[in-house]
């Protein structure tokens, strides 16, 4: 069933993020019952519940003064995906990482700190698509990116993502925190996240970390192939498809 939602460009922008946090939900929840009849790995669902979680936040971010409760807007669309609800508002974290005993984790190359980079890998090129390239929206990102992965002794000193953030930080620190990105810089500014993500996919251990994760970068559609899942976040219409 087709619903025509939108009027005018405003609505339609905002009926179309309402159709990707539909569709991040749905997939949250077809994941995490994945997961609990072990239809995939851990690690396979480590990683796209991370992808999903991080578009999440970036979305639910940009959306909070359209919808302030995540769970009311669940009831609205008359969504049964608990387990999604639960993942993404309640926790915030995979449940391989919530419940993965501490002694197991090496300190230095903890899965939830892998979490925390992959998470503001794509919540840094998420919002840089949302167009949000005001000084004082970008800064903050790629500051928490960089402590991140200064946070990860496997990565050398001088490992691309390392040095790449720490550039970009010293340029924005000389701007007004008013002042934008031009379309040029926000372009390069997102080549080079792309370039340092996947500089630092091939750089985790091959303990199945980061398996299948080489193209695992931002889209508009999440595909999970093992769960029969395509979920696209919006119909180029402008309308949202329940079928």
């Known amino acids: 069933m087709e619903v025509k939602l939108w009027n005018d460009k405003r609505e339609r922008e905002m009926y179309e993020n309402f159709a990707e946090l539909y569709a991040i939900i749905k997939a949250t929840e077809k994941l995490e019952k994945a997961y609990v009849r072990d239809i995939i790995s851990s690690s396979e669902y480590e990683m796209e519940c991370q992808k999903l979680i991080a578009h999440f936040k970036t979305l639910a971010s940009s959306l909070k003064d359209t919808v302030p409760s995540i769970e009311r807007f669940a009831d609205t669309y008359k969504m049964d995906c608990p ?59 790629l500051s928490d990116l960089s402590a991140s992965l200064n946070k990860l002794s496997i990565l050398p000193p001088d ?85």
């Open 159 to 243: 490992f691309e993502g390392k040095t790449k953030m720490k550039e970009w930080i010293l340029r924005l620190s000389k701007m007004g925190a008013a002042d934008e990105l031009t379309e040029q810089q926000a372009r390069q500014l997102h080549f080079d996240l792309e370039s340092s993500y996947n500089s630092f996919m091939a750089a985790l251990p091959s303990a199945g970390l980061h398996r299948g994760q080489e193209n695992a970068l931002p889209d508009h559609e999440i595909q999970c192939d093992k769960l029969d899942v395509d979920v696209s976040y919006h119909d180029v219409d402008g309308s949202i498809n329940t079928a």
């Open 83 to 141: 387990a999604a609800i639960n993942r993404l508002v309640t926790s915030g974290v995979p449940a391989t990482v919530e419940h993965r005993a501490a002694a197991a984790v090496s300190s230095t190359t903890s899965a939830s700190i892998v979490a925390e980079c992959v998470q503001n890998f794509i919540t840094a090129m998420d919002s840089l698509k949302l167009n949000m390239v005001a000084v004082d929206q970008v800064h903050p990102l």
